[in-house]
């Protein structure tokens, strides 16, 4: 059996990633690297991961990184798990991949500028934030309109509903109200209701414990 190695941060964007793990059933261990003391920086984890972030998924030696690129590659490899959708339709088939790029390169960025904006200046973080607020309101509500009382894609799940719960979970951290959309606080009654991602909280929870840290999750 391959050996699977997920670094990954409780509460950080690793989670989609740890959540399509329990959601395939795949057996692996994971590796706090703790970004609040920098771990994401230090030597011995830039020697597996250069780019100094999470999530890397190490598979019997080779790292993978990036989200988007490490969803896809799973879904690849265990397409009966459901992780994206399909279809006969090459084009129809492609929007699980667009969906990806779309959580990582788009609403991803801006959960940054609302939950850390101090990443993307070196002066008064008051604008970024602002800027952010805005387009994540925009986003939010095309958002909650879509998704209704139901799924991103409707009546099945998929690891873009799990992304989309760390968006704007995060962003609320950050001060993002939620209330306006109560679509999404359904969504993500339903999203924490799924047995895959209780697994994942527990094991944050526990990995959190195990490094003495106190975190919302």
Not at 100 to 127: E, Y
Not at 139 to 168: K, N, P, Q, T
Request: some cysteine; overall charge negative.
């Amino acid at each position: 059996m391959a050996e699977i190695v997920l670094f990954q941060y409780p509460g950080a964007c690793s989670r989609v990633t740890m959540s399509a793990l329990e959601e395939i059933g795949l057996d692996y261990a994971d590796r706090l690297v703790n970004l609040l003391a920098a771990g994401q920086k230090q030597p011995d984890y830039l020697q597996v991961n250069p780019k100094g972030k999470v999530p890397a998924l190490v598979l019997d030696g080779q790292v993978m990184t990036e989200n988007a690129a490490i969803l896809s590659f799973l879904d690849r490899r265990h397409g009966a798990t459901g992780l994206l959708p399909h279809d006969d339709d090459p084009v129809l088939d492609n929007q699980g991949l667009v969906d990806l790029a779309w959580c990582s390169g788009t609403i991803h960025p801006i959960v940054r500028q609302v939950r850390n904006p101090i990443r993307f200046t070196k002066g008064d973080t008051d604008g970024v934030k602002a800027d952010g607020i805005e387009k994540f309101t925009h986003e939010c509500a095309a958002m909650a309109a879509r998704i209704d009382d139901r799924w991103w894609y409707g009546d099945r799940w998929s690891i873009i509903d799990v992304y989309l719960y760390w968006a704007y979970s995060t962003a609320a951290l950050g001060g993002f109200a939620l209330e306006p959309y109560p679509a999404l606080l359904g969504h993500a009654e339903r999203v924490r209701s799924r047995p895959s991602f209780q697994r994942t909280l527990a094991r944050e929870r526990d990995a959190a414990a195990a490094a003495g840290l106190d975190l919302r999750l």
